[in-house]
DNA sequence: TGGTGTCTACCTATCGATAGATAGATAGCG
DNA sequence: CGCTATCTATCTATCGATAGGTAGACACCA
């Protein structure tokens, strides 16, 4: 297998193991396992556990921020907007009850390496920022809505119930925390 | 050492470390450093680690609503009621940028022994049976501003500003969210 | 063209550290 | 004596990481 390819599968068996049991519960013999080669080679790609954490992070805000600037150009109105933007952070949830790898991280901060910090930082700062053009709003209340967003799908999560997730956020409809 | 003396200053630790760095991080041999005993030690007062976190989460929640029934039956209006049910949440994140047990369990939720979770899910229960008959409201609502609560947390602690939790609290009262 | 060196992408084997857990001994106490 | 609470010592499993080897692709040079 390429290079590339092989550190793309690591990347992508890994970000769905951090999603479904954390940062801490990453290891690289299982990672391994499941692609079929050795957890020696994975050092191959990534030197560090830490090295590969701040690259998955940093992947999942970039690849967030390409999605978020297509949508803010999207010819929808701002509830439709909001809509697809919660749909992001659901469909963790649908694909086997896993979190926002922001989520997940952040909870796990305190055991985090600085570089994987870094990274997990940078993505509730793009969203904060993303929220705030799109609600022409100030920092503060966008940064807000994130947090309440990541909060409904915790929660949501310690159910099961994806039906949590979305009274959650009609909830913040109603009461005029999001548009 | 008495046994309860022992048993209750394991698991003052222990929460205190789950509260820091996540349950999967929780260490016996940690523990029994920083109390000054042995490793082995810890097994006869928890028989397994699954045990003391199932004991930890239960305690957990049966102190929450021993303060939260006080706290409904005080003397006080809706806002400074609400006021003192978000300062315990507060209180976990000056007390060393630490979340509150039930936020970093729910994140590790997909790792979490079942024992564990069951107590962990008795957590956000109770809280969101509280807040309905705080607010008159429906458990849905209720369940929401908790949610956004816990959020609130999360991303205030990976921003490592207190500042942060304050100004989405206000940002939920602003909207409505809370009272 | 054919040999030589270098690079990629793995491999096997192993390291020291640490995890939770257990067996069995022991000190102290009523 | 018997119980409680702790100890020492050890086990198995797993962790990230490293050393050293190798098959194959590729480039360069005589």
Redesign the interface.
Same mark, same amino acid.
């Given at each position: 297998m390429s290079t590339t390819d092989t550190r793309e599968t690591i990347m992508a068996v890994a970000k769905a193991m951090v999603q #479904?049991?954390?940062y801490? #519960?990453l290891s690289f013999r299982e990672i391994a396992k499941d692609i079929g080669i050795k957890s020696a080679s994975i050092h191959y790609h990534f030197p560090t556990k830490a090295e590969l954490g701040a690259a998955l992070a940093k992947r999942y805000t970039e690849d967030a921020l390409e999605g978020l600037e297509q949508l803010l150009a999207a010819d929808l109105d701002l509830p439709a907007k909001f809509d697809r933007y919660v749909s992001v952070f659901r469909a963790a949830l649908l694909n086997d009850?896993?979190?926002c790898l922001y989520? !997940?991280m #952040? $909870? %796990?901060?305190?055991?985090l390496p600085p570089e994987v910090r870094t990274q997990?930082?940078a993505f509730?700062a793009a969203n904060a920022d993303w929220l705030s053009r799109l609600l022409e709003s100030d920092e503060? *209340?966008a &940064? $807000? !809505?994130?947090? #309440? !967003? %990541?909060?409904?799908q &915790?929660?949501? *999560?310690?159910?099961g119930d994806i039906a949590?997730f979305d009274?959650?956020i009609?909830?913040?409809r109603?009461?005029? &925390?999001a548009p």
């Open positions: #479904a049991r954390g801490n #519960a009850n896993r979190m989520g !997940i #952040a $909870a %796990e901060y305190g055991d997990v930082d509730s503060a *209340r &940064l $807000a !809505i994130f947090a #309440a !967003i %990541e909060g409904a &915790l929660v949501a *999560r310690g159910r949590v009274q959650t009609a909830a913040y109603a009461a005029g &925390l």
